[in-house]
Antibody, heavy 116, light 107 residues
């Protein structure tokens, strides 16, 4: 069965760090370009960034609000994509989803709360 | 950056109504346009990809059209389970931007 499962969310203080994971199963993960999308409470969807497949260069792109603070990486041997979040701000509070933006259903998301 | 503008931001409709939501891109994105449905507390669900292709297991009451800068999501006969928020999203190039959402409510 096709799955994306996010984990690693939690409560962190401003300036802190957190690493999110997204475990994939049931499809050719190594060929997939993976994105992270977030949704602040009561707000719309916001793209965070993406990583291309290794065969397509493995390069990353980021949204302006997170560039320089967040890093996306992948481990194809573990079918997992990561989101390392540093220098967290209160405005980073959101549910974070990983997605291929394709036909793979999104995961349930993981909640990150940044609060003093 | 490509801006995606959806309209309306919300609408009230009755079961059986035909509903149309529009999405306009700030520059041409060919047909690199997806539509998502989101219900409260749930992840977004892909409805339409490449502007007009229906995702598998999505009812045929949903359809998408458009290319370039102007796109439309149509629900031909609104069902009770269709009350949700709908988002367009361009996959033409980074940043991969979303529209602000259209909330479809019960009249």
């Amino acid at each position: 069965e096709v799955h994306l499962v996010e984990s690693g969310g939690g409560l962190v203080k401003p300036g802190g760090s957190l690493r999110l994971s997204c475990a994939a199963s049931g499809f050719a993960f190594s060929n997939a370009w993976m994105s992270w999308v977030r949704q602040a409470p009561g707000k719309g969807l916001e793209w965070v960034g993406r990583i291309k497949s290794e065969t397509d260069g493995g390069t990353t792109d980021y949204a302006v609000p997170v560039k320089g603070r967040f890093t996306i990486s992948r481990d194809d041997s573990k079918n997992t994509v990561y989101l390392q979040m540093n220098s967290l701000k209160t405005e980073d509070t959101a549910v974070y989803y990983c997605t291929t933006f394709g036909k793979i259903p999104w995961g349930q998301g993981t909640l990150v709360t940044v609060s003093p | 950056d490509i801006q995606m503008t959806q309209s309306p931001s919300s609408l009230s409709a009755s079961v059986g109504d035909r509903v149309t939501i529009t999405c306009r891109a700030s520059q041409s994105i060919s047909t690199y346009l997806n539509w998502y449905q989101q219900k409260p507390g749930k992840a977004p669900k892909l409805l339409i990809y490449a502007a007009s292709s229906l995702q598998s297991e999505v009812p045929s009451t949903f359809s998408g059209s458009g290319s370039g800068t102007d796109f439309t999501l149509t629900i031909s006969s609104l069902q009770p389970e269709d009350f949700a928020t709908y988002y367009c999203q361009q996959s033409y190039g980074p940043p991969l931007t979303f529209g602000q959402g259209t909330k479809v409510e019960i009249k």
